[in-house]
Structure formats: structure tokens, C-alpha cells
């Protein structure tokens, strides 16, 4: 079923040096004329399926949905070999994908999004008359988006990025993640199905596969790509971010890369719900062996018996935690790296955890002291697995000060319970300061696919602290703002 090919514009393209994934299967890796040839069709695709309908774009992500869905045992079945991923959490991300490709389209018919305004003319206005004047937002154009190594569903080939560019009007070209690239094949076969079906533009999608950085570097450069879709490593973004700003023309990189995402527990909370507090976080920690951007990697806690009640449930929790296959051999070593960097820290105490090795990952439990935190920047950084670090504050003011270090997160959590509601008023201005969602009495692990939720923040969680790549706010990221000044009603997007 796999042709270990690219889909460039409806055509199924080789050549090059060849890769093989995780199930020893080979694939074609991209080069610089399959990203060129893919670009321009996706800019002829632009002139057709920039002035769409929404009607015609929400039947065309309904009908993907269903391809996928049709598909769904077939897309487990490489997805579970590719990744190590259990069945059920593939299930499960394909309804997630499937669901957001649905709410997007329900979404776009609503017209809201395109967050239409009219200003009728005022000829005898004085002392000078007004115009007429109309906005409404447009789609910028063909974008690229890089697949997640995570979320080979939700976040890849058709996930987030795809469907929220595809609702506002933009052709995609995405560069396939090389963890799980059988995966991402079938996918885009069940996206080319309908495009032919529906008569669409082929260039409207492309998939490039690559295990390397040339296809990457080549589309955030190519002139005809007007803004990025990417979720991974702080490194490996910020390294795009940095060409996106240094072209020519600079254009938006939407980059999520990740975060520690801390929570914090106030007295009477601690007091009265540690241990439950523990054992929901070590659950959290290591739900999906910990690869999860909202992962909360810090807890912080005030120093004396209830830290000791909190650390002590965790730890209960994490021993019988059994190891767990990580996605790649890389993810692991990266894994395994940053857990002893924090073991190496001067200050930070292990807890528990024992030595992993391949793609197996074991949970690890730190504790350091607040003031040791504030000072060691390598323990303020994210280390992606289940590793999870106990903060212990002298009092309220260091919990504040460690707030106010903290950089930007996707998410910061508060547990309190009443008695500790004026202290959780004083902390809430800090922690929305720092992150794109912040969570009462919960874990962030689970991002509901919706119309408030924010899924970035400051970076380094994010790249654009205005944009989320979850939810149907996302779409935005891919239009611009259009003021039509006394143009002919005749002349308008239908829109208008």
C-alpha cells in the first residue's frame, strides 16, 4: 500500500536518496526541486482555492475526515509500528484529528472567523467626508507545515496546522516527519482521494518526506511560502524562525515548542489534598511516557511536612509505573541526556528512577530547593519524557519569586482550595503573564479541540504568543486583514 514516495500536486514523485523508517520500510527524501515543484503548484492552487467558497472548503475537510476515518485500521495498524504508540492512543488521535477536520468546517460556515466590518461612506461628513470602508480577512497564501514527532496524527500530515490553513483558504505543502513517515503516506493518500473526488486543485496539498534538514530549510526559504506551521524542539524552531526572519521578506513562523509547564500548590490545597495531588501528577508525568508539550515537568511546592506528603505520593506512583517504549531511538537519548544533566546539577536531589536504556524511558523524580532553582538555569529547561522536578519555596514570596523566573509556558497550573483564594488572586497576574492557558485544580496533559482554547503562550513555548495551533482561533494564523475602500460591491469577496 506504501509507495515510499512524495505526493507532489497529485502525482506520486521519487527519486533521491532513500531513508528507511522504524518498520525497515525505504522512502524517497525530498530535494530541492521537489520542494520548488511543489510550491508552485500549491501558488497556482492559491488563484482557485484562495477564492473558494466556505461551503466548498468545509466539504472538502468533512470528506478527508471521512477518507481517514475509512482508513482508520489501516493507519493504526503502521502507526502503532512506526511509533511504539499502543492502539488505543492511536484510535484516539485519529478521532482527534477526524473531530478537529469536522469543527473546523462547522466553524468556517459560521463565517465569524472572517471577522467582517463595514464602515457605510459619510459624504457630507464634516470638514472632510469618510469613504466606505470594509474588512474582512483573507488567506495569505500557500503555507508549509512540518509534521510532529509526537503526534503523528493530530499534529502531522492532516492535523492542526493542515486543517486550520486548508479552512482559511491556504494550500499546504507539508514536510513529513521521519519518525513515522509510513504513517503520514497513508494519510495523504486519503487526502489526494478526495481531492481528486472533489475536482480540487492537486497543488491545494503536497507531502515531501525527509529525514534530514535540506526540505526544511528549502521551504521556509522559498519565496512563495507565506507562513509556517511547526511543533518540535526549541532548537530545531528556533533555527527556522531565525530563516522565516532573515528572508527577504519575512514571513510568520507559528512555531510551538514546548515547555515545562510548572504548577502550584498553595497551603490549604497541599495541606489538604497532597497526596492526590501527587498521584494525579505522577499520572500526568507520564501519560504517553511523558512526550506530551503540556507535560507538567515542575511542581512547586512550600517546604515541610505536606512537600514531603506530595513528594512521597508521586513517587508511590512513578515505582509502579512500568517503562515505557519512547517514539525514537533520538527522543530516548535526548531523554536520557536531560536526565542526567539535572542528576549532575550541584543542588538537586534524586528521588527515584532507574537507568533506561534503547527506546525504553523509566520515570524520574527530582527535588531542589527554590533558591538552587533560581540560580541553575539548567533545571529551569524542559526535559521531554517522564521526568518530573519537586520545587520546595521557603514561603509565598520565593513561590512568586519562581513565578516571576519562570520563562514562557503553554500552560501554568494553580491548586488551591478556598482558603487559599486571596493568595491564588495575587499568583494569577504572574502565571497569565507567562502562559497561554492556566488550569485550576487539574493537569494540563489532554487539550480540548475547541473555539477558547489557547495552545502557545510567551516564548519560549511559543513563537507567536498571539496565535494558538489548537483550536478554531488557529485559523487566523493563516489569513491577514483586508480593508476594501470604496470598491464596488461587484468587486468583493463574495464574503463581503
Not at 532553582?373 to 514561603?395: C, K, R
Request: proline letters at 7%.
Amino acid at each position: 500500500m506504501l509507495t515510499g514516495n512524495h505526493l507532489i500536486a497529485g502525482t506520486w514523485v521519487g527519486g533521491g536518496a532513500r531513508f528507511a523508517s522504524a518498520t525497515a520500510q525505504e522512502f524517497s527524501a525530498g530535494t530541492a526541486d521537489h520542494v520548488d515543484a511543489a510550491v508552485q503548484a500549491a501558488e497556482e492552487a492559491f488563484a482557485s482555492f484562495g477564492w473558494s467558497t466556505r461551503t466548498e472548503r468545509a466539504t472538502l475537510l468533512r470528506r478527508i475526515a471521512d477518507e481517514i476515518d475509512a482508513r482508520g485500521a489501516d493507519i493504526t495498524q503502521i502507526g502503532t509500528a512506526e511509533t511504539g504508540l499502543p492502539t488505543a492512543r492511536l484510535e484516539g488521535e485519529r478521532g482527534r484529528t477526524t473531530g478537529q477536520l469536522r469543527l473546523f468546517a462547522d466553524h468556517i460556515e459560521q463565517g465569524d472567523y472572517l471577522d467582517r466590518r463595514h464602515d457605510p461612506a459619510l459624504p457630507n461628513r464634516a470638514p472632510l467626508p469618510r469613504p466606505e470602508l470594509r474588512m474582512i480577512q483573507r488567506p495569505l497564501g500557500p503555507v508549509a507545515v512540518f509534521g510532529a514527532s509526537n503526534f503523528p496524527l493530530a499534529f502531522s500530515v492532516a492535523g492542526g496546522d493542515t486543517a486550520a490553513a486548508l479552512a482559511a483558504g491556504c494550500p499546504v505543502i507539508v514536510k513529513g516527519h521521519p519518525a513515522h513517515p509510513g504513517t503520514g503516506e497513508l494519510v495523504a493518500q486519503a487526502i489526494d482521494a478526495v481531492i481528486q473526488a472533489t475536482g480540487t486543485h492537486p497543488g491545494v496539498f503536497s507531502l515531501i518526506q525527509s529525514d534530514g534538514i535540506e526540505v526544511g530549510t528549502r521551504l521556509v526559504q522559498h519565496p512563495l511560502i507565506r507562513a509556517v506551521g511547526f511543533t518540535g524542539s526549541l532548537a530545531a524552531g528556533r533555527a527556522l524562525f531565525d530563516l522565516c526572519a532573515q528572508r527577504p521578506e519575512p514571513i510568520p513562523f507559528f512555531g510551538e515548542l514546548g515547555a515545562v509547564n510548572p504548577m502550584f500548590l498553595l497551603p490549604a490545597a497541599a495541606a489538604n489534598r497532597a497526596e492526590d495531588i501527587g498521584t494525579g501528577w505522577a499520572g500526568s508525568l507520564t501519560m504517553g511516557a511523558g512526550q506530551f508539550c503540556t507535560n507538567p515537568g515542575i511542581a512547586v511546592v512550600l517546604a515541610g511536612p505536606d512537600a514531603a506528603r506530595f513528594g512521597e505520593a508521586a513517587q508511590a506512583a512513578l515505582a509502579d509505573t512500568a517503562p515505557q517504549t519512547m517514539l525514537t531511538e533520538g527522543i530516548a537519548d535526548a531523554y536520557r541526556a536531560g536526565a542526567q544533566r539535572v542528576a549532575d546539577s550541584p543542588s538537586a536531589q534524586h528521588l527515584m528512577g532507574q537507568p533506561c536504556s534503547g527506546r525504553e524511558a523509566t520515570p524520574q523524580l527530582f527535588t531542589v530547593s527554590a533558591a538552587d532553582w533560581l540560580q541553575e538555569n539548567p533545571l529551569q529547561h524542559e526535559v521531554f519524557g517522564p521526568l518530573g522536578i519537586i520545587v520546595t519555596a521557603s514561603d509565598l514570596t520565593e513561590l512568586h519569586e519562581v513565578a516571576r523566573k519562570i520563562d514562557g509556558q503553554l500552560t501554568c497550573t494553580l491548586h488551591f482550595d478556598a482558603a487559599d483564594t486571596s493568595q491564588a488572586a495575587a499568583l494569577l497576574p504572574l502565571l497569565e503573564r507567562k502562559a497561554g492557558r492556566v488550569l485550576a485544580n487539574g493537569f494540563p496533559t489532554g487539550v480540548e479541540v475547541c473555539d477558547s482554547m489557547v495552545h502557545g503562550g510567551p516564548y519560549p513555548a511559543s513563537t507567536n504568543f498571539g496565535a494558538t495551533s489548537v483550536g478554531t482561533l488557529s485559523i487566523r494564523r493563516f489569513l491577514r486583514p483586508v480593508c476594501y475602500q470604496n470598491i464596488p460591491v461587484s468587486l468583493l469577496p463574495e464574503e463581503l
